[in-house]
């Protein structure tokens, strides 16, 4: 039977059996071929980069954000603020453009960037507008009515929600409005929202305090003054040019 099993082994060297592994050896066309990468399922993703070619193609990049469900408050607030400052850059360049266009007498051409200019600063409106409410309505969904939280916010943002409070904790009955406007620790240049809810409540005459037991908190007294005569609502406020963010 040895001259036998000498017969199988040279069928297998010469027509490529299975070896002992149990495993088919490659042929030279298979080895030759490349290997497909592996699937992955990457958590997030970021929208493909268009072309940077002029206003209209460069804003297209603002679009970009992170696509996953699961991302935090601090996540979809950054990045709603960071396209409404890039839409306000585009807007600074367009109209910096457009002052370059009518020196050199090109009005055609300044009239677009003017247009596109004004078409940024609409975007960015509405994308602050977005950022500010969503912002406000996550720190304070857990509030009563007569507390605000104000983090997140710019001054004017955090002025005109705080005037929407105190009517509406007004005409709840309440007699203080806790209003959170941190200690402007991390404040370019020092706290901005304590000042300008100061002088919104002084301009309403209402008496402000800082609560004893967080210097991060002001309280509002929703009665007015008895000894100052009644301003119409909004007088002497300052213009929004005038707000410092």
């Not at 002029?54 to 679009?63: M, S």
């Not at 960015?124 to 939280?149: C, G, H, M, Y």
């Amino acid at each position: 039977m040895a001259w036998f099993q000498w017969i199988i082994d040279i069928f297998r060297a010469l027509f490529g059996g299975d070896d002992d592994s149990g495993q088919r050896p490659y042929s030279r066309r298979e080895a030759s071929q490349p290997k497909r990468p592996a699937q992955t399922n990457p958590q997030y993703r970021t929208q493909p980069r268009q072309p940077e070619s002029g206003f209209d193609d460069n804003v297209n990049l603002l679009k970009e954000s992170l696509t996953y469900d699961s991302r935090s408050a601090e996540q979809k607030y950054t990045a709603l603020r960071d396209r409404a400052r890039a839409y306000g850059d585009a807007m600074a360049q367009c109209y910096e453009d457009r002052n370059v266009a009518r020196r050199s007498r090109d009005f055609t051409k300044a009239t677009r960037l003017n247009l596109q200019g004004e078409k940024y600063a609409a975007e960015q409106e509405r994308l602050d507008k977005k950022a500010s409410e969503w912002i406000f309505k996550v720190n304070n969904k857990d509030r009563t009515p007569n507390e605000l939280d104000l983090h997140g916010l710019y001054v004017k943002e955090a002025v005109r929600f705080t005037e929407d409070a105190i009517i509406a904790a007004q005409k709840n009955g309440y007699s203080q409005l806790r209003v959170i406007v941190g200690k402007g620790l991390h404040s370019q240049g020092g706290a901005k929202l304590r000042p300008a809810i100061e002088d919104l409540a002084a301009q309403l005459q209402l008496v402000s305090a800082t609560d004893p037991r967080n210097a991060g908190v002001l309280i509002l007294t929703l009665q007015r003054k008895p000894s100052q005569a009644t301003k119409p609502r909004g007088e002497g406020k300052r213009s929004p040019e005038e707000w410092i963010w």
